[in-house]
């Protein structure tokens, strides 16, 4: 092939190695007199300011019989306070007080209807047909309430009020360790956000508690119960995590969604959003001193919470021998493999971190190996994942057509026996450190991802990760990385899991005129 | 207690004064009685940043010194609407080859490991009615990305093993169509409400997978990839007419003829077909048994971008279903009735041809039915009864207070004036950015009252649902609608993942 111009060649790898450091986000840390903790990050890229909070409660703070309360907790965060949402904030305690008496019936009578269930006089609590007369009696009592509320509700004011602001990306989400708050406004409303956000603390109302129950169903069937192989990948996490509180599921298990009731709720709220349980962070276009003032005009009036934040106690029990599951779904086969590993902020996690992404990426050693080499599979991936309690390394892959999910997993296991036993040559951990490198600058690039990393870091533990991390990264040597592979990998501490295509569904192939 | 504000040391006096002023103010019971500083705003100009390169294309350039980095994309004028026929998924086979396939010198796995030890992202695709190739890198490694973008651009090698790896892929990614239930909503959905033969609607096939060889891909290649067909957009760390010089001499340096399938000739694209077909209406069902949740999509033909009705349609639909929580369709589907997670409706206005008005949700399947119907009934409501002032308000201040997160980067700033330039925006309307807000201030709530009586006609309405055939016939006791309630039923057959053909 002629070639007219040529800017660039190859050099050998190792002499262009990098060795950058990203800057360091300027961060402001400021701690109110309830407790409150806040992080300032001045920046006027953009007219706007991205705010938010993290609460340092997720599924992993749950008990069973109200798995799923942090996440359903999360979605009545937006049902207004005392004077958002209602136009007769009395009346509406009022009705509110009591739709609760008449649910306390309707669960006196799901008590009994569990008692049919294990009697085996009904199927399923969730098919009409199975309620009985009262229950159905307690529903209209209870939908006439609510129509009666109706009256007197706002709908969905909290939105409105900010979205016809201006504000963007207005959102939150759960996960097993924290339940993040967020949403960018212009530049001039800092202060709608610290009137809306401190209210909602301050002055939360969960008002349509019953219906956005609902609602969190619809989210599980949506999520969990109709793709493919969510109820595989719920009940393998399920068996994978033995004592930690991780082993259900942040959406909650079906039968204690129905089950959890407004009281259990106001409790969770009254131990788990307490002012000491949470952190602000501002980032954007906003004058210091102005900021600061208004932040503790408007937070530092919520009282110190009085109930001890309970920790999470239980350690993962250290697994005796292998946990195999083997499951058949509409899907192509594929295999799913964990270790337990280690949690956020752990010594080994960098380490752990660079051997995720020798194995993963496109010129990682499982696609190199797996996918072009032997080629048993189509894809495959690695990585690991430091949550605040505990940690864990995941790996798997889709077998090809004509291989299995057997042969992937032995080419997973092969390629971590050679991390064993062979270090990693300079130039191949030299370009794992380099992207790592690059990507400290890309998360710095708006208001919002640098909101998001400081939440999640404070969130898992400590926000200066979002600084140290780096460093730490580019300090993991070859031993290191040869050290972990030995550490967290033997056999007796691994879950796998196998998906093989249900046989009744197999796709109709070769059917096709050739 | 920790006070960590070595930043706010300079300022301490003043803060502590504000602080104490700031504080005797009572804190009011409603946002409204907050007083904001003013906030003005005027967007970019696109003439600011516009360079009509020498070589040919357009770029967009804004320099952005906050970080080391550089962004570039190209939009080319390619797409899955000129695959020839019975080579569908050609363009985006392609697209994947452009970055995956080697170039210039660089074998594959020699670009791929370049690449990656750079630190850099590099990207390329080809969709429906444009491909782009992008570029993230360190900008001290600028003139290296510059040169592989013209690797990739002009000297692609589509390397066999490469070809026969992403077809396996492309083929096993095909088997799992009638997995999941989103997806072959999205599909019938496309079917209703364009048409079997509208090119959007050829999908790929085993057989025409199969077909597909190098020359095919390198063909397709030269014949849209040259500069006249690209758009530019770059963005970062650079002096201005520094990067105007390097792309100069990046699109002036494409070469000419240098293998057998370069004989084909470079041409512009011709136009993108319009002719699309809508679905008589009624309700179409496809039987998923094996899902717990029907999925459901309201249909009406639709709009392009450049109808005058555009603005009012916009603001509109924000009020139907497009608003999020506020919006009628979330309010009563989801917030009232707690049916669904996710309730919405679009009205986009298609670029290039009309895409339609769609509204959807997910819901159980014994309540598809009820859901169904309120839906409607908000549908039909928009044509019979006027909005409210405030509801139109609202929308405006919503649309109007969050445009300048627009232009949030300069990133994003380049790339919306480069595809405006791409798609023909920038010509037909040139200060479309600047008077956008007047043009959405100046809707009124007999506008919007008008537009949906004109396009969203009941007696048109395509509904369709996938999901448990009978669990979503039987309804729910406590709502006796039935979906026979919403139009006559249509069962679909489910399509051969290989072929798209309907299955017996």
Redesign the interface.
């Known amino acids: ?8 060649i ?1 050099l050998p ?1 190792f002499m ?1 190695a ?1 060795s ?1 450091f990203a800057q360091d986000v ?1 961060v ?4 109110l ?1 309830n407790g409150m903790r806040i992080l ?1 990050v ?1 920046r006027h ?4 300011i991205a705010g938010g909070w993290v609460a340092h409660v997720g599924s992993s703070n749950e008990k069973t019989g109200s798995t799923g309360i942090a996440h359903l907790f999360e979605h009545m965060m ?1 049902k207004g306070t005392t ?2 949402g209602t136009t007769d904030y009395a009346k509406d305690q009022e009705i509110l007080d009591q739709q609760e008496k008449v649910r306390d019936e309707m669960r006196a009578e799901e008590a009994k209807m569990r008692v049919m269930l294990r009697h085996g006089e009904i199927d399923d609590l969730l098919k ?2 199975n309620w009985t007369p009262h229950y159905k009696e307690l ?1 209209k009592q209870f939908q006439q309430l609510v129509d009666e509320e ?1 009256k007197v509700l706002a ?2 004011e909290f ?3 900010y ?6 990306g207005m959102n939150a989400w759960t996960s097993p360790d924290m339940t993040v708050y967020f949403e ?1 406004v ?4 800092l ?2 956000w610290c ?2 956000e401190s209210e909602r603390i301050y002055h939360s109302v969960r008002r ?1 508690f ?10 599980r ?2 999520r969990t ?4 192989t969510g109820l595989l990948e719920e009940a393998f996490n399920a068996m994978f995590w033995e004592s930690m509180p991780y082993s259900w599921p942040t959406l909650g298990w079906p039968s204690d969604i129905p089950a959890i009731s407004k009281k259990q709720a106001d409790q969770f709220f009254a131990t788990y959003y307490s002012p000491q349980n949470i952190t602000l962070v501002i980032v954007g276009d906003f004058v ?3 900021a ?3 932040v ?3 937070f530092e ?1 919520i009282p110190r919470g009085t109930n001890a934040i309970p920790d999470v106690n239980t350690l993962e029990m250290k697994q005796p021998g292998e946990k195999r599951l083997n499951g058949e779904a ?3 086969p594929q295999v799913d493999i964990y270790w337990h590993t280690v949690p956020f902020g752990h010594k080994d996690s960098y380490a752990l971190e660079i051997l995720s992404q020798i194995l993963s ?3 990682g050693r499982l696609y190199k190996n797996l ?2 080499g032997s080629g048993v599979a ?2 495959a991936f690695a990585r690991q994942d430091s949550l605040k309690w505990a940690g864990d390394f995941n790996a798997g892959g ?1 077998a ?2 004509g291989h299995t999910p057997g042969e992937v997993e032995q080419g997973v296991y092969n390629e971590i026996d050679k991390l064993k036993n062979e270090d990693i040559p300079p ?1 191949e951990l ?2 794992v450190k ?6 400290q ?2 998360r ?4 919002m991802s640098i909101l998001m990393n400081l939440l999640v870091n404070d969130g898992d533990g400590d926000w200066h990760e979002i600084n140290n991390f780096g460093p730490k990264i580019q300090a993991v040597t070859a031993a290191d990385v040869r050290r972990v592979a030995n550490e967290y990998f033997p056999k007796e501490n691994r879950a796998v899991a196998t998906f093989t295509r249900k046989t009744s ?1 197999a ?6 005129a ?1 | ?8 040391v300079a ?2 006096t ?2 502590v004064s ?2 104490v002023v ?2 005797a ?1 009572a ?5 409204e009685k ?1 007083a ?4 003005k ?1 005027e967007p970019p100009k696109p003439e600011d940043y516009r360079v009509q390169l020498k070589s040919g294309p357009v770029a967009y350039v804004i320099p952005d010194r ?4 550089v962004n570039v994309t190209i939009y080319v004028r390619v797409g899955q609407y000129l695959e020839p026929a019975g080579k569908e998924g050609l363009a985006e086979l392609t697209g994947w080859l452009l970055r ?1 396939g080697g170039a ?3 074998t594959a796995e ?1 670009l ?3 690449v ?5 992202e590099l990207d390329a695709s080809i969709g429906e009615t444009e491909g782009t190739v992008s570029l ?3 900008s001290k490694d600028t ?2 990305g ?3 973008l ?1 690797d990739v651009l002009f ?1 692609p090698r589509f390397q066999a ?1 490469k070809i026969a ?1 992403r077809k ?2 492309i ?2 990614d095909m ?8 997806g072959i909503e999205g599909r019938e959905a496309d079917f209703l409400a364009y048409g079997e033969n509208f090119w959007a609607n050829h999908y790929s ?3 025409s997978i199969t077909s597909i060889n190098a020359t095919d891909s390198a063909q397709f290649h030269h014949q849209w990839f040259a500069p006249s067909n690209f758009v530019i957009a770059v963005s970062g760390d650079f002096d201005r007419d520094t990067m105007v010089a390097k792309l100069e001499q990046l699109f002036s ?1 494409h ?1 000419g003829p ?2 057998s399938w370069h004989d084909f000739p470079q041409t512009t694209p011709p136009p993108i077909p319009t002719n699309t077909v809508f679905a008589a209406p009624g309700v179409y069902l496809v039987n998923k048994p ?4 029907g999925r459901v999509s309201f249909i009406l033909p639709g709009i392009l971008r450049y109808n005058p009705d555009y603005y009012a349609v916009i603001l509109m639909n924000d009020i139907l279903g497009g ?4 919006s009628h369709i ?2 009563r589907v ?9 309730a919405h409706s679009s009205f986009p206005g298609g670029t290039y041809y009309p895409l339609t008005f769609t509204a959807g949700f ?3 399947s ?1 309540t598809v039915s009820y859901a169904a119907s309120i839906v409607k009934e908000e549908i039909v409501k928009m044509t019979t009864n006027v909005v409210k002032d405030t509801e139109l ?2 929308a405006k ?2 649309f ?6 627009t232009f ?2 300069k ?1 994003a700033t380049a790339n919306i004036f480069a595809h405006d330039e791409f798609m023909g925006r920038y010509a037909r309307d040139p200060h479309f950015w600047a008077e956008l807000r007047s043009r959405i201030e100046a809707v009124t709530t007999d506008d919007a009252l008008r537009v949906a009586k004109k396009y969203l006609v009941p007696d048109k309405l395509v509904i369709l649902v996938v999901g448990n055939k009978d669990d979503i016939l039987l309804g ?3 709502h006796p609608v039935k979906l026979s309630n919403l139009g006559n039923i249509t069962e679909l057959p489910l399509r ?4 798209m ?1 309907p ?1 017996k």
């Open positions: 092939m002629q070639m007219t111009i040529r800017r660039w190859f790898v262009a990098l950058l300027p402001v840390e400021e701690t007199t300032f001045e890229d953009e007219p706007a937006f004077t958002i009409p047909e529903q109706r709908k969905n939105d409105r009020i979205r016809s602001a201006g504000a963007t960018s212009p530049a001039n409303k202060e709608l009137w809306m349509e019953y219906s956005e129950r609902d609602v969190v169903f619809e989210e069937r949506m119960d109709s793709p493919p210091p001193a102005q600061d003032a208004m503790k005009k408007y009036r509409d899907t192509n990426t496109r010129t996918v072009l189509s894809d889709e090809s057509d130039e030299q370009k380099n992207n790592f490198a690059a990507d600058y890309r710095l690039d708006s208001n569904a796709p109709a192939k070769d059917k096709e050739q | 207690m920790k006070f960590l504000r070595s930043i706010f300022t301490l003043g803060m504000l602080a700031r504080a103010d804190i009011p019971d409603r946002p907050i904001f500083p003013p906030f705003y906050q970080l080391p980095l995956h210039g010198t660089n020699q791929e490991e370049r990656a030890f750079l630190g850099a993230n890198l360190l003139d290296e510059l040169g592989i013209h000297e093993d790896l396996l892929q083929l096993q088997e799992q169509r009638n997995d999941d239930s989103s096939t085993s057989n340096q070469t240098v293998t094996d899902v717990d949740q608003g999020g929580f506020t979330m309010s989801r917030s009232d009735e707690g049916l669904a997670y996710d997910q819901s159980k014994r308000n609202d201040r919503a109007i207070n969050r445009f300048p997160q949030a980067t990133s729910y006791p406590n051969d993942p290989m072929t053909q299955m």
